[in-house]
C-alpha cells in the first residue's frame, strides 16, 4: 500500500506539472500555425510582403496581358504558316524520299500530293469564305466578331512561349536579360549551363523572384551535394548564363537559421551599379563620432551602407594607382578624426596634398619620401612598440571592474587619467619605407631601415590591436617582396581596389581568395573606388560573410578639411589637441635597445635560406592551406594549371626538393578519381628540414 500511495503521488505531481492544460493552445493559434505551414496555402497569402508583391505582380501582368496577347497572336500566325507551307509542300515525304535516295523515283508522286493539297487548301478556304457570307447575311457582324476572337484565341495558344508547343522550332535565342524573372525554369537553365548544376537536376525555389531596390532577389535551394561556394566561386559563368555583367550579379551564401550550405541568395540589377555617381560621405552629416563605431564606408551594389570596424583590427588598402586608395584610408581616418579621444600618428609618403589637412588634428605627422622621413617613422614604431608595453603594464594595475579583461574598453580609453587613447598610425604608400635601404644598427645588428619597419610594423599588427592601437597602410605596390608575409598575416582588414592581376588580389586579400570568387583585377577601370572588402569582424552586410564589393564614399579635399576642421575643434573643447597639432614638433624620446628586446626578431635575427623554385611559387598558391588543419592532397593538374609551369620539369624539380608525387582520390563533377599529386604533410616537412618555413606555417600538429 505504501508503495503504491509513493507512485500515485508521483504520478499526480507529474500530471499536474505537465499535464495537456499546460500545454494545450486555442484553436486561433493552431489555425495560425497550419495557415503558416500548410504547402496548400499560396505563398503570397503567407506574408504581407509577398502578398503586396503579389499584387503588384498581378498589376503588371494585367497590363501587360493586350501587349502579350498580340504577340502570342503573331506568334501563332507564323508558326501556323509555316505548318502549312510544311504540309503542302509534302515537305516529310520529300525528306524521307532524300534519306532513302530514291528522290527522282518518288519526284512524280511528290508533285503530284503537292498539287492535290493546293486544291485542298483552295477548296477549304472557298467553303470558309462561303460559309462566313451565310452566317455574315443570317446573322450580321457578330459572326466576323465572334469567328476572330476565336481565331485569334486559337493562334494565341498555338503561340503561347512554352517548350513542347507545337510548330514552334527555334533559329536564334531571343534576349535573357532578365527573363527568369517570369519564366524560373530559364534561371535553372541558366546553373545549368554554368555548370553549377547537373542535367538531370533542378533548383528548389525558397523565395520566389520579387523586386528589392533597384534589381530581382530570389533564393534557391542547390541539390543535395552541391555547395553555395561553388555558385560564388563561378559568378561569372552564371552571370553569362543570364546575360548581364558580373557586376551586376550579387551571390551570397546564406547562412544562420535560415540558411545552410546549399542556399545561395542571388540578387540582380537592372542596370551596372557602378555607374551612377558615388554619394558624399554621411560624416558631412555628423558633429562627432565614435571611434568605437564602425565607420561609414561605402556601399555596396545594392545600395546598402557597409561600415568599417577599426578598432582591434588592422587594415590594408591595395590598389594600382588612380584607383582611389588614398580615399578609402582618408574614409577610416575620418571616424576617428571627429572622435575627440583619439590620437592620430599620419606618415604620408606620397608627399602630396591629399593628407595635408590632418596636421591640424594628428598628434603625429610628415610628409616626404626620403631617407630622414622613413627613420622619423621608425622612431614613431618604437615609440609606439615602447607605448604597448606601458599600456599593458597598466592594465596589470586596474581592477577587474575598470579592464575585465587585458584589454581597452571604451571607458578606458576615454579616461585622461589613464592616458589610454585609440591610437591610429597611418601609413600612406608603405612600400617607400619598407623598401628603404639605408642602414641602421639596433643592438649590434646590422639591418636596413625598411626591414627593421616592418619588424616594428608586424609586431604592432599582432600585439598593438587589444592595447588601442589601430594600423592602417596603404600601397600602390601590393607585391610579396614589398609587404612582407609575416605583416600580412596580421593585418586583419583587406581592402583590395582594382589591381593588376589575381596574384596581386590575393597578396591583399589573403591567398585562395580568387578561387572563391573574389579577384580585384577583374574590377572595371572605369569604377573608381569599388573594391573588394574582407572586413575583420561584423558589418552591415553580415558576420558571416566572407568578403563584399564595395564602392566607397566621395569624400573630396574640402570635405576632408572640413572633417579635419571639426576634428581640432572638438580636440580644443574636450583638452585633448597634443603633438604637432599643438605646436610640439620634438622627436620622441627612444630606447632602441629596448625595443630590440620585445621586437625580439631583431635580437635573435638570422639569415633564412630563400625558398628555391618552383617550391616557393607551391608555397604561395597554398598560402593558408599549408598549415595544419588546411588541404591534406593538391593535384598535381591543378599546380601546373595555376603556376603555368610545364608539368615535366615541374615534377623532376620537385623530386630534387625532396617532394615525391603520390596518388589519392578526389571528388569532382564526373565523380571520385584517382589523381597524382602532392601531399601538404610532404610540402612542409621539406620545408622544415630546410628550414626555410615560417615558424608561424611550421606549427606543430599537437
Known sequence: MNGREVVSAVLEGEFVNGGPSARRRSWPQRLADWWVRSPRVPAALKSRRLAVQAVKDGVVAVLRSPVRFVGAVVRGLVVAVRWWRSWVRVADYRAAAEQSEKLADKFTDIRALTLFRWKVTGAVLSLMAVVVVVLDLLYGNRVLWIGGGVLGVGLAVLGRRKDGSPGRKAVLSGPRTLTWTMDPQVLVDAFRDAKLIGKDESLRLVERATRQGDGWAVTVDLPATRKAADAIKNREALASALAVDEVQLIVERVRGNSGHAGRVALWVSDEDPYGSPPQRTPLL?????????????????????????????????????????????????????????????????????????????????????????????VDWLVELVSEVQARYRR?????????????????????????????????????????????????????????????????????????????????????????????????????????????????????????????????????????????????????????????????????????????????????????????????????????????????????????????????????????????????????????????????????????????????????????????????????????VLDAEVVEDDG
Open 395 to 691: 592594465m596589470q594595475e586596474l581592477d577587474d571592474l575598470v579592464c575585465p579583461e587585458s584589454k581597452i574598453t571604451p571607458a578606458m580609453s576615454r579616461d585622461l587619467s589613464l592616458d589610454i587613447p585609440i591610437t591610429a598610425i597611418f601609413v600612406d604608400e608603405v612600400q617607400i619605407p619598407l623598401e628603404d635601404r639605408t642602414p641602421l644598427e639596433v643592438q649590434d645588428k646590422k639591418l636596413t631601415a625598411g626591414e627593421y619597419a616592418g619588424e616594428l610594423l608586424t609586431w604592432l599588427a599582432r600585439k598593438g590591436p587589444a592595447a588601442g592601437i589601430v594600423l592602417v597602410l596603404a600601397t600602390q605596390r601590393p607585391d610579396s617582396k614589398t609587404i612582407p608575409s609575416n605583416l600580412r598575416a596580421v593585418l586583419g582588414s583587406r581592402f583590395a581596389l582594382r589591381v593588376m592581376d589575381w596574384r596581386d588580389s590575393n597578396i591583399v586579400l589573403g591567398e585562395q581568395m580568387n578561387t572563391r570568387g573574389y579577384d580585384s583585377s577583374r574590377l572595371l577601370a572605369t569604377h573608381k573606388g569599388v573594391g573588394i572588402l574582407r572586413p575583420d569582424g561584423e558589418t552591415t552586410a553580415g558576420a558571416d560573410v566572407l568578403a563584399t564589393t564595395v564602392r566607397t564614399y566621395y569624400m573630396p579635399n574640402e570635405d576632408w578639411r572640413t572633417i579635419c576642421t571639426r576634428g581640432r575643434a572638438l580636440r580644443e573643447a574636450e583638452g585633448t589637441l597634443t603633438g604637432h597639432a599643438a605646436g610640439q614638433h620634438d622627436r620622441p624620446m627612444l630606447d632602441r635597445v629596448a625595443v630590440a628586446r620585445v621586437v625580439g626578431s631583431v635580437a635573435e635575427r638570422t639569415e633564412e635560406p630563400e625558398v628555391p623554385e618552383p617550391l616557393a611559387s607551391v608555397v604561395a598558391y597554398l598560402g593558408d592551406d599549408l598549415e595544419p588543419g588546411g588541404r591534406e592532397f593538391v593535384p598535381t593538374a591543378e599546380l601546373v594549371t595555376a603556376l603555368e609551369v610545364e608539368p615535366t620539369a615541374f615534377g623532376l624539380r620537385m623530386g630534387e626538393l625532396g617532394c615525391r608525387p603520390t596518388r589519392d582520390r578526389i571528388t569532382t563533377e564526373d565523380g571520385v578519381k584517382q589523381v597524382r599529386g602532392y601531399l601538404v604533410a610532404d610540402i612542409r616537412a621539406t620545408l622544415r628540414e630546410g628550414s
Open 285 to 377: 552629416d555628423v558633429e562627432r563620432w565614435d571611434a568605437w563605431r564602425p565607420v561609414p564606408f561605402g556601399r555596396d551594389a545594392r545600395q546598402r551602407r557597409v561600415d568599417l570596424p577599426l578598432v582591434w583590427t588592422s587594415l590594408l588598402v591595395g590598389a594600382i594607382p588612380r584607383q582611389g586608395k588614398t580615399f578609402a584610408a582618408r574614409l577610416a581616418a575620418a571616424g576617428l578624426i571627429l572622435d575627440p579621444h583619439t590620437r592620430l600618428y599620419v606618415a604620408d609618403f606620397k608627399a602630396g596634398k591629399d593628407w595635408h589637412a590632418a596636421a591640424r588634428v594628428a598628434h603625429r605627422f610628415m610628409t616626404g619620401d626620403e631617407s630622414e622621413h622613413v627613420l622619423a617613422l
